[in-house]
């Protein structure tokens, strides 16, 4: 019973919530931290498109959105992927004349390569009114720097090839990081629920990196070469936003 009457008053609250969310977004704009977690898809470019395939990026940041539609962000993704490329030449070193790496029990070692990294972002920008249907929605432009770092992991099974494990594979996984720019231009809806907000666009990053590694197996020298990446991205987020003040005016059904 008192699970049951706890659950009929966390809906009443909602309820209560969703009425003054309505209030504030369809009659006047808004000032509200936004949370917001995101996916995107990336297509990468420049040097980096010569490690790597097409990736993904998982994200969590915060937004504050002012009252005059600025909005000030912050967020950090996950970068991963599959797709590595010139694998063969990366692991010259310790590939047999068939491809295969020989661990420690003198049988060939299972292992798997991934791409991985992140970036950190910090952008600013506004949001515009063409095609909103409320004054906290429409078209959403921003741009703002960061860093940027990624690297091709090794996954050796039960790390049995010690020759791609611990501190040797750091010799293979070309770690790379650097400062970089990010744009992107989207949809930006805040709904009349706190629930239904949401962003999608086409992000832009471009890193300037170098190689933070002291040594490379696979030019058997340290890498000393300044890189340029980029990418483009399919990014849609989710936002559950935290309204700084109560409405103004409040309506009654």
Aim: net charge neutral; glycine share 10%; proline share 3%.
């Amino acid at each position: 019973m008192i699970i049951k009457r706890g659950f009929c008053l966390l809906l009443l609250v909602l309820a209560v919530m969703g009425l003054k969310a309505q209030s504030n977004v369809r009659d006047s704009i808004i000032g509200a931290f936004v949370p917001h977690i995101s996916y995107s898809y990336q297509f990468p470019g420049g040097d980096i498109a010569d490690r790597y395939g097409d990736n993904s990026t998982i994200g969590l940041g915060l937004r504050y959105k002012t009252s005059k539609n600025f909005v000030y962000s912050v967020d950090a993704n996950f970068i991963f992927g599959s797709d590595i490329k010139n694998t063969d030449s990366i692991l010259s070193m310790v590939l047999t004349h068939d491809g295969f790496i020989i661990d420690g029990n003198g049988t060939y070692a299972l292992y798997a390569l991934y791409e991985r990294g992140y970036n950190i972002n910090f952008s600013f920008g506004k949001v515009l009114p063409i095609l909103n249907p409320n004054p906290n929605s429409g078209l959403m432009v921003t741009a703002g720097f960061g860093y940027m770092l990624h690297r091709m992991k090794i996954d050796n099974q039960h790390r049995t090839a010690p020759q791609i494990s611990g501190d040797y594979a750091k010799g293979y996984d070309m770690l790379t990081g650097g400062f970089s720019l990010n744009q992107f231009v989207g949809w930006y809806y805040m709904g009349n629920s706190r629930l239904t907000n949401f962003y999608l666009g086409i992000e832009f990053h471009q890193a300037f990196t170098k190689s933070l590694r002291d040594w490379d197996f696979h030019s058997m020298k340290k890498d000393d070469n300044k890189y340029f990446d980029f990418f483009i991205g399919l990014k849609i987020g989710w936002m559950l936003p935290i309204y700084d003040r109560a409405p103004d005016n409040y309506y009654y059904y």
